[in-house]
């Protein structure tokens, strides 16, 4: 029984679970194996409705852990197609495990990742804790700011990740309810164009070729460990930005919509500017404006691409700003921050003689509101002035209390 | 439904269409390269394979070598019934929509795991694997102990045994709980067919794997492995071993199908006492000593009272 298509609206109304669930039925996945979390579940539960009304014809299997979930699908794309899953925060946890199994075993796989903090203390809100933990397992992690990147940002993924010179599994996150809950106007590509821009899965090593049999998930010692690990860092630093700056080129022509690495917003002559990631850049942008308005020449950079790192492209997009701050949604436990310390490291070395400091927030689906990026502004406008940083180089916003600052 | 492979005699059996190269890591006297042959063996169909983390695993895809002349996977301890699970379900996706290179074939899915690796850690990936009803067959290589890590116990462990984790000591007689009962647990499932089977026994063997690669849905098979150096006996005694653990009825063969229809596929012709099983292995050694010798007596009621509540099963069909 073949599938239906579907007819959208040129706009649809959709939040950000619903927009990647219907991209992943655009992408028409061979194998989806997953679990339901809180805030991605509606992915799940979409993609299964669809299934139920014959929207798609792959395989819907609902296992019993997010671990299991993907297990089953390396399993699948090892067999040889597409695959998909999609989770959150403790699940993310479970399945770092087999996170690194994916991405050694160089197996393309499509990880929606609705951003949420981790416990303890249990919480279902929006932070970056778990986007972060992935940070070092060897995946491709982009990043949404609002629904229609969830959407958008779907295609970029199996575009670049299926790619046979990349051969590496992609997330693509976004906030967990500040977007997988919040409708927006969402402008749809149709089934015929969606699916033409991925293509059609190209199988390689596939398990299911039985006139070539392969073996996958070998042991390595010291004698070829660190080799393959090399292997995979080395494509991921050089052949993974060219592929999602191609696809993000080519999906542009498409759609008319241009996603960059870097997203910069009135960098051009910017004086002071955050680095975010997430809903808040669009916050940010708002606030921006306005502090213009008062006479200080404030940006926004927004990192897209997480893994591989932006190195140069931030450099780059930085080199000619006086202050910068750094919004970390993650409690860096002990250090100053993730973002802190990747732009310090991309800024050494430089002719850069911006000031930097770190600010923490909006830990648990705490808001970051336009008043703490007001204040936020006038203090690195402060330091411009001064010529140094006059605060400590860590700070905690929007958090009860006595003022948490270090280093 | 593919063709059942017709097999003369041993010879004819321990020859055909093997995929399971010699040249491999595992221990002179190891059983699991036997019994891995022998599933292997028992089918001309393609296969697509997993091992879970553990002596099997490291001992046969250590990199830049493979002694599998099939498709095989490895991703961890405790999910590699997932994997396969993942892989049928993708072949299923691409039988669907026309896209299998070769879409003649009747591929077998199937997951070799040790009993650490499915008693324990990955009970849980086994049991979804059989609750959701993937056309797979799961072979538990159950040498009753972490082989492949040093000896420790694990919860297929029987009562009496020195583990590194469980020793026997000036105080203790090793572990203390008896062995989980594997298959019942997984026939509970409703299974269309779960099984024990015995490397020596090697016709019953055949049967029974044969029997599961053609049922349709989930299959259980657990296959007692003599671990010539975590049960401590010569390499070269591994099917006498064997011998004794079938015919001891320490290791009965049996089948359960549908959950419920248990059918005793062995019946020994001269039951031997356990204590020659249990002798022949330095594992229990201690428990010789006058002190523990209450626990062989034990160890025989305990033998004799599961035999004889798989007559009644077997009798009562339930």
């Not at chain 1, 780059?316 to 921050?337: C, F, H, M, Q, Y």
Request: aromatic residues 10%.
């Amino acid at each position: 029984m073949a599938f239906d298509k579907m007819e959208l609206k040129d706009i649809e109304v959709w939040d950000g679970n619903f927009a990647a669930a219907q991209a992943l039925r655009q992408c028409q996945i061979d194998v989806v194996a997953a679990y339901p979390i809180t805030p991605s579940t509606p992915i799940v539960e979409g993609y299964g409705k669809f299934k139920a009304d014959n929207y798609v014809e792959g395989e819907f299997v609902m296992v019993e852990s997010e671990h299991a979930a993907m297990s089953g699908c390396i399993g699948a794309a090892a067999a040889g197609g597409r695959v998909a899953t999609a989770t959150s925060s403790q699940g993310f946890a479970l399945m770092v495990e087999t996170l690194y199994q994916a991405s050694g075993m160089r197996l393309p796989i499509v990880l929606n990742v609705v951003n949420r903090a981790l416990a303890a203390p249990l919480n279902v809100n929006g932070d970056h804790s778990d986007m972060y933990l992935g940070r070092d397992s060897g995946w491709i992690q982009l990043d949404a700011y609002c629904p229609q990147d969830a959407y958008d940002l779907n295609f970029i993924a199996f575009k670049v990740s299926e790619d046979h010179d990349v051969r590496l599994p992609c997330m693509v996150h976004q906030d967990g309810f500040m977007t997988s809950h919040t409708a927006q106007g969402v402008h749809t590509l149709s089934d015929d164009v969606a699916y033409s821009f991925v293509g059609d899965f190209k199988p390689m090593n596939d398990m299911l070729d039985f006139e070539h049999p392969v073996t996958h998930g070998v042991q390595t010692e010291e004698d070829w460990h660190f080799e393959h690990k090399a292997r995979q860092h080395n494509d991921l630093m050089t052949k993974v930005m060219p592929k999602i700056q191609a696809a993000f080129d080519s999906f542009e022509k498409l759609s008319g919509r241009k996603y960059n690495i870097v997203e910069s917003y009135d960098m051009s002559d910017a004086d002071v500017c955050v680095v975010c990631m997430g809903t808040s850049v669009e916050t940010a942008r708002e606030v921006a404006t306005e502090m213009r308005a008062k006479g200080i020449k404030a940006g926004v950079v927004g990192i897209r691409v997480i893994r591989p790192f932006p190195f140069f492209e931030i450099g780059e997009a930085l080199k000619d700003v006086k202050a910068i701050a750094t919004l970390d949604r993650s409690s860096p436990n002990g250090a100053p921050g993730m973002l802190f310390n990747e732009m310090a490291g991309a800024l050494f070395n430089t002719d850069t003689k911006a000031m930097l400091s770190g600010y923490v927030y909006g830990l648990g689906g705490r808001d970051l509101t336009k008043a703490h990026l007001v204040s936020l502004y006038t203090e690195l406008q402060a330091n411009v002035d001064a010529g140094k940083v006059t605060t400590q180089l860590q700070q905690f916003i929007g958090v009860r209390g006595p003022k948490l600052a270090f280093l | 439904m593919s063709e059942m492979k017709k097999i003369k005699n041993l010879k004819d059996f321990s020859t055909s269409a093997d995929r399971f190269e010699g040249a491999n890591l595992l221990c002179p006297g190891c059983a699991h390269s036997i019994i891995v042959r022998e599933v292997l063996n028992a089918t001309n169909d393609d296969l697509v394979l997993s091992a879970s983390t553990g002596c099997l695993e490291v001992c046969t895809a250590v990199y830049p070598y493979t002694s599998w002349d099939a498709s095989w996977i490895h991703i961890g301890f405790e999910n590699g019934s997932t994997a396969v699970a993942g892989a049928e379900a993708m072949y299923n996706a691409l039988k669907t929509k026309g896209r299998l290179k070769q879409p003649d074939r009747n591929p077998k899915f199937v997951s070799f795991a040790g009993d650490g690796a499915s008693y324990d850690i990955g009970f849980q990936w086994i049991s979804g694997c059989m609750e959701r009803g993937h056309n797979m067959m799961h072979v538990v290589l159950d040498n009753e102990v972490y082989a492949n890590t040093g000896g420790q116990r694990s919860s297929s462990t029987p009562i009496g045994s020195s583990t590194t984790t469980a020793p026997a000591g000036r105080i203790s007689y090793g572990e203390k709980k008896n062995k989980k009962d594997m298959v019942s647990i997984m026939a509970s499932h409703g299974i269309p067919y779960a099984a024990q089977v015995a490397p020596n026994k090697w016709k019953d063997m055949v049967k029974k794997i044969q029997h599961g690669m053609a049922v349709e849905g989930p299959v259980f098979i657990n296959a007692v492995s003599p671990c010539t150096t975590e049960w401590k006996f010569d390499p070269k005694d591994t099917m006498h071993i064997t011998d004794l653990a079938t015919d001891s009825l320490v290791f009965p063969l049996y089948e359960i199908i549908d959950g419920h229809e248990l059918n005793i596929t062995y019946r020994p012709k001269n039951v031997i006492p356990v204590e020659e099983y249990m002798a022949a292995q330095g594992r229990f050694k201690h428990l010789f000593k006058d002190e523990y010798k209450y626990l062989i007596k034990e160890w025989q009621d305990r033998v004799d009272e599961k035999w004889a509540q798989l007559n009644r099963r077997e009798e009562a069909r339930v």
